[in-house]
């Protein structure tokens, strides 16, 4: 249960760092590189964020890093989805938006390859 609640946590941090920095790049959005400093921030957070998570978890299953993976990205999509865009459809959203957060599965499980055969 308290791994499931550190991975909750952590998953809405991932969130919240590509979150904030959408809200101080606003400026940028019709003009300059909104989507690309959003992304940028995005991969930064999960990468921090996977970091400290496998530092603790050496022991697990195979494929904990796709769970893990998986389960922020459903965050990450659901939070952003109901706080940023809410009154749009889903599927719309996912194209502008939340395409972007597919990356978060797929550096976790990269993640959990290299932990688990200690390549790191």
Do not use: H
């Not at 999960?46 to 998986?70: C, D, M, P, S, T």
């Amino acid at each position: 249960m308290k791994k499931f609640f550190v991975i909750l946590l952590v998953g809405t941090l991932v969130w919240a760092v590509p979150f904030a920095t959408s809200l101080l790049a606003e400026p940028l959005k019709e003009t300059g590189p909104f989507k690309e400093l959003k992304f940028l921030a995005l991969i930064i957070a999960a990468v921090f964020f996977l970091v400290i998570y496998f530092r603790r978890q050496f022991k697990g299953f195979a494929g904990e890093g796709f769970l893990v993976g998986i389960m922020w990205l459903g965050i990450c999509l659901v939070l952003d989805w109901l706080l940023a865009y809410g009154q749009g459809n889903f599927g719309q959203y996912f194209l502008n938006q939340g395409f972007l957060y597919l990356s978060i599965p797929i550096i976790s499980s990269g993640f959990d390859l290299i932990v688990k055969r200690k390549l790191w």
